[in-house]
């Protein structure tokens, strides 16, 4: 099955009206619940601070975390009450094999027959969820690989959890689900046209993806692209003012935006591959080009954990605008917060990989007036 189910360009326009129509989506989503989950937010961070958990951040970011629990909770708690916790160790011996390049194909095969059989399963429960299942749900995503940077932000939340009555958590997940119904509704009204192919994807792709271990990813609701769509641009406006006071700036491309008519001549180092400007039709020479005259490096990581090799010791100095697929933008700009980076998101205009979505890969594109927009401020 081959399967565009986003797109940003529309009849084959440009994409910089998608990014006028996020915004919009953005600021009437956050006029609409960052007052009314402004007292929750406080007592988080009163908590966070007290307990010395991590250095505060801004109310927008714990925002988009409290969305965040009610999306997976919304997608994945009746996975997570099915799952055999003590199977946990299992998954994490693969998760880890799996960054073993020789071992990777192997291991995947086994989790995608172990993702598809034991994640999958489904266990609908008529109750309220409690601090029980929010741990099924933490071991859930670490079991799935899927949700590192996810479960890094939950399992502070579950602390504060624990604090809690049961009845408080159900006050929380109210909140919660007003967050994601807000979410939803208004990027409904203005982005779904952006998203038109993800229901009838979601209701074809297990045949294609039975057995593999991207069933997970690929799965993944409406709900999960509206959230990274409206909460990148939330993400950006965060770290917008400290992006630009930045001394370097480094755009990541992920491979399928390399020309792939013949063999790219890249090569390889420490942050990525380097352009050599081989091919002029290629759409990383021509940001690769334009980072000469706007003073920034490009670099092409073939996954987002590329730039976890990254090493700097003044990491809050480095500007990172990351392109990517729309599911992957939040976790992405998570990993480079927790490095010290300086996160900007920018989405492909459609998807292009083989590996998830298409039958053949074929080129992928950003739309550069917005890399530009993001660089110049």
Known sequence: MSFKTYSLKLDNKSSIDYYKDSKAAK??????????CSKLINEFM????????????????????????????????????????????????????????????????IRGILNTKILLKSKKINKGV??????????????SGDFKEEGIRIKRWHL??????????????????????????????ILSKYVANVDLYLKKYKRDHKYKENIIYCGKSKLQYYFNMVC?????????????????????????????????????????FVCKCCSKNCNVNIINDLGKALHY???????????????????????????ACVLNLISGGWKAIRMGFIPQCVILDECGCSKHWLESSKMS???TDYIKKIING
């Not at 409690?130 to 079991?143: C, G, R, T």
């Not at 490096?297 to 996954?303: G, I, K, L, M």
């Open 160 to 189: 504060f959890f624990v604090e809690l009555k049961d009845e408080d958590i159900s006050e929380f997940m109210i909140l919660s689900n007003f967050c994601i119904d807000n979410l939803y509704s208004i990027s409904e009204d």
């Open 27 to 36: 600021d009437l989503f956050m006029n609409k619940v960052l007052q009314k």
């Open 365 to 367: 594109y950003a739309n």
């Open 297 to 323: 490096s490009t670099y092409v990581v073939s996954h987002e954990s590329s730039f976890l090799k990254l090493k700097d010791n003044n990491n809050g100095e480095i500007g990172i605008i990351g392109v």
């Open 232 to 272: 990148s641009q939330i993400m950006n406006d965060i770290y917008k003012n400290r992006f630009l006071k930045t001394r370097e700036k480094i755009v990541f491309l992920p491979s399928c935006m390399r020309q792939n008519k013949s063999k790219c001549l890249g090569i390889k180092s420490e942050k990525g």
């Open 130 to 143: 409690s601090i029980k299942d929010m741990e099924y749900l933490i071991k859930w995503l670490e079991a």
């Open 46 to 109: 009163m908590f966070i601070e007290s307990n010395e958990i991590e250095k505060l951040r801004s109310r927008e970011e714990y925002l988009i975390e409290i969305v965040l629990i009610g999306v997976l909770v919304n997608e994945y708690i009746d996975n997570a009450r099915a799952f055999k916790y003590k199977l946990n160790y299992i998954f994490t011996i693969l998760n880890s094999m799996r960054k073993n390049e020789i071992l990777k194909i192997k291991v995947d095969k």
